[in-house]
């Protein structure tokens, strides 16, 4: 089974920049979408971005749309996201997670089954 594994986080300020991975461990993305949640204190997790790996469709929560990036690299069994203009709003646990979902249900965590363990992104305004 594949294990995602996250990296990039850190604490930043309004406007600034960050690029997260998600690196595959144990096998490879083949097959799989491979998506982005995030989730603020207090808040439910939400739906960020996702990629289809074999085929590469891209979709991107309204909230993210034209300042976030979601990318692969293929050689390397990553998927990035590059986080651009970033407002406090942004703060959050950043998780990378795998499944198979149809493209309806995307946007729908209990479709993905492997999941990281988050990196830590804080906007200071």
């Known amino acids: 089974q594949v294990q995602p594994v996250e990296s990039g986080g850190g604490l930043v300020q309004a406007g600034d920049s960050l690029r997260l991975s998600c690196a595959a461990s144990g096998s490879t993305f083949s097959g799989y979408m491979v998506a982005w949640f995030r989730q603020a204190p207090g808040k439910e997790r939400e739906f960020v971005s996702a990629?289809?790996?074999?085929?590469?469709?891209?979709y991107y929560a309204e909230s993210v749309k034209g300042r976030f990036t979601i990318s692969k690299d293929t050689a390397k069994s990553t998927v990035y996201l590059q986080t651009n203009s970033l407002a406090p709003e942004d703060t959050a646990v950043y998780y990378c997670a795998v499944g198979r979902p149809i493209v309806s249900a995307v946007r729908e965590s209990r479709m993905y089954y492997y999941w990281g363990q988050g990196t830590q992104v804080t906007v200071s305004s």
């Open positions: 990629l289809r790996w074999s085929g590469g469709g891209t």
